[in-house]
């Protein structure tokens, strides 16, 4: 069974400051979802890796792939609090989409 | 970009009784739609994937004859819960794949089912 883990779970980090969040997956795949959800609504997509190796960016956010390592990344660059929300990361396999736990994170003035 | 609308957006329903949710593809064909629950601080959870013109598939420990899923046409999926129970109140949120991009997979703004 195909199982994704992301870490960390809660995030808490100053307005200026990177961290990255993590999404490691059990099963060979070459799908890769990232995700970002508000409170009370649904799911924004971010990014779609397809490739071992891709690398995206869009504003603050780089995410990248290593399919050898069942590994993707999530990196935030100079955090604002506009990016406060939680994140989660997917994997397709087979049809079969599952889902990180996802991060929380919030941004602090 | 690709629109999947919901309907309704929330619902509020007595026990016992069966509400439909209603799916769409707006400007994309879907072969492949995608029913999740999502329980508060939780993540999503996938219920059953669904074919256009053939029966769904249902996740282990998701009861097919409590949760009906029809995919009458490329652009549309129901998600009847039938004899609603208060533990089945969540977020369901469904999600399209496109058929001519199918590594991209676009999700509704998600309905918000309480029953009392």
């Known amino acids: 069974e195909l199982k994704v883990e992301q870490n960390p779970l809660f995030l808490s980090m100053q307005e200026g400051k990177n961290y990255t969040i993590y999404c490691n997956y059990s099963?060979?795949?070459?799908?890769l979802y990232w995700y970002r959800q508000d409170p009370g609504k649904s799911l924004e997509s971010l990014f779609v890796l397809l490739s071992n190796g891709a690398v995206k960016q869009e504003g603050r956010l780089m995410a990248s792939l290593d399919t050898k390592a069942r590994l993707s990344t999530l990196h935030i660059t100079a955090a604002v609090h506009d990016l406060s929300a939680t994140y989660f990361c997917?994997?397709?396999?087979?049809?079969?989409?599952?889902f990180g736990a996802g991060t929380r994170l919030t941004v602090k003035p | 970009g690709a629109v999947v609308s919901q309907h309704p957006s929330w619902v509020i329903c007595k026990s016992g009784t069966s509400v439909k949710i209603e799916c769409r593809s707006l400007d994309f064909q879907a072969t492949t739609m995608f029913w999740y629950r999502q329980f508060p601080k939780q993540s999503l959870m996938l219920m059953a994937t669904?074919?256009?013109?053939?029966?769904?598939?249902?996740e282990q420990g998701v009861e097919k004859d409590k949760f009906l899923i029809n995919h009458a046409s490329l652009t549309l999926s129901t998600l009847t819960v039938t004899s609603a129970h208060p533990e089945d109140s969540s977020f369901y949120i469904c999600?399209?794949?496109?058929?001519?991009?199918?590594?991209?997979?676009?999700f509704g703004p998600g309905t918000r089912l309480t029953v009392t």
């Open positions: 999600s399209a794949r496109d058929q001519e991009f199918d590594y991209e997979q676009y």
């Open positions: 997917a994997v397709d396999h087979n049809n079969d989409m599952r």
């Open positions: 099963t060979t795949s070459d799908r």
């Open positions: 669904s074919n256009e013109g053939s029966k769904a598939t249902y």
